[in-house]
C-alpha cells in the first residue's frame, strides 16, 4: 500500500489497514443484527484491540456493499428476507441500505466510545454495483472514501486495468472514479482494493513500471504516470497480494520489486 499526503496519518512503520465484516452465526436478519448484545460485544473486542494497537489503521465495513445479491454464492451476511428487498432495475441489492447505514453509526460509536480514534473509517463501495450513495453513511461519519476494481491477466499497464479492464468494467470504473470525485470532494480517495492476474514476470513489471514497446502512451505508461495525468484525485492505492474468486493476483519477485518502486516514487511520497 502506498499513500500520498499522509504526513498526519503514517507513524514511522506505516499504515495498516482491516476489513470489518459482519457476524454470520444464526438465523436471525444479519444485518439488522448489528445492534444486538452480541454484535456489540464483538464490535467492542475489535475496537479495544484497536484502540491498543495504538498506531493509525484504516477500517472498511463491509465493503462492496453496493454490489446486487447472486443467488450463488451470496455474499457473507446477505439475508434474503430482511436484508435486500429493495428491487433495482429488476434486482434485488444485497443489502438494505437504511440497515448498513444504521449498522455503520453503531459500529462507529462502539469504536469511539472504547478510544479507537486512531481509526480511519474507509467507505469502500465497488465499482461494479449501484449508485454508492445509497449506502453513504454521511460526511460526519466517513474519512476516506474508496472503490475496488480488478484487472484481468490481458490488461498490460495500470491505465489498462481502470480503463478497459480486459472487459466492459473499464469504462465503468473510470465514470465510478469520476462520480466519487464529484460526489465527495472533500474526501481522500484511495483504491481500496485492485490486482491483475499473474501472466508472466514481465507483465507484472509492465503493471507498475510501463515501458511495454509495443503499447503507446497512455496504455504503455506507468502507474506512476496514470495516477498523475488520469486519476490525479486518487492518493493511496492498496494491492490484493493474494489468491481470489476470480484469479491469482500475488505478485511475484519481479512484482514486488517494481510494485515497491512504483510506491516510493516521488509523486507517491509526495506530501
Known amino acids: 500500500m502506498f499513500m500520498r499526503d499522509a504526513e498526519k496519518l503514517m507513524q514511522p512503520s506505516g499504515v495498516d489497514s482491516a476489513s470489518f465484516d459482519a457476524s454470520t452465526a444464526g438465523s436471525a436478519s444479519r444485518t439488522q443484527r448489528q445492534a444486538c448484545s452480541a454484535f456489540t460485544r464483538s464490535s467492542t473486542g475489535c475496537a479495544q484491540a484497536a484502540a491498543a494497537y495504538g498506531r493509525t489503521i ?98 498490460s499497464s495500470f491505465y489498462d486495468i481502470f480503463t478497459q479492464g ?25 483504491i481500496g482494493e485492485t490486482g491483475v492476474g499473474y501472466v508472466n514476470p514481465a507483465n507484472q513489471q509492465q503493471i507498475f513500471l510501463g515501458g511495454d514497446p509495443s503499447k503507446n502512451l497512455p496504455q504503455g505508461a506507468s502507474a506512476d504516470y496514470a495516477l498523475q495525468n488520469y486519476f490525479p484525485h486518487i492518493q493511496a492505492v492498496l494491492y490484493w497480494d493474494s489468491r481470489g474468486q476470480r ?14 518502486q512504483f510506491a516510493s516514487g516521488p509523486y507517491e511520497q509526495a506530501y
Open 58 to 155: 484504516f477500517v472498511r465495513y463491509k465493503w462492496e456493499m453496493n454490489l446486487l445479491y447472486r443467488t450463488k454464492n451470496p455474499f457473507p451476511c446477505a439475508d434474503p428476507v430482511n436484508d435486500y428487498p429493495i428491487p433495482k432495475n429488476g434486482h434485488r441489492l444485497q443489502y438494505n441500505p437504511q440497515y448498513y447505514i444504521w449498522a455503520w453509526e453503531h459500529i462507529r460509536e462502539i469504536f469511539f466510545v472504547n478510544g479507537a480514534t486512531n481509526v480511519v473509517w474507509l467507505f469502500n463501495p465497488s465499482s461494479n454495483g449501484v449508485d454508492p450513495s445509497l449506502y453513504y453513511p454521511g460526511d460526519s461519519q466517513v474519512d476516506w472514501v474508496g472503490f475496488d476494481h480488478y484487472g484481468t491477466p490481458q490488461d
Open 166 to 190: 480486459g472487459t466492459s468494467h473499464g469504462p465503468r470504473t473510470v465514470r465510478t472514479y469520476n462520480y466519487l470525485v464529484k460526489k465527495f470532494p472533500n474526501k481522500p480517495l484511495m
Open 247 to 260: 484469479g491469482n493476483y500475488q505478485l511475484q519477485q519481479f512484482g514486488i520489486q517494481s510494485f515497491a
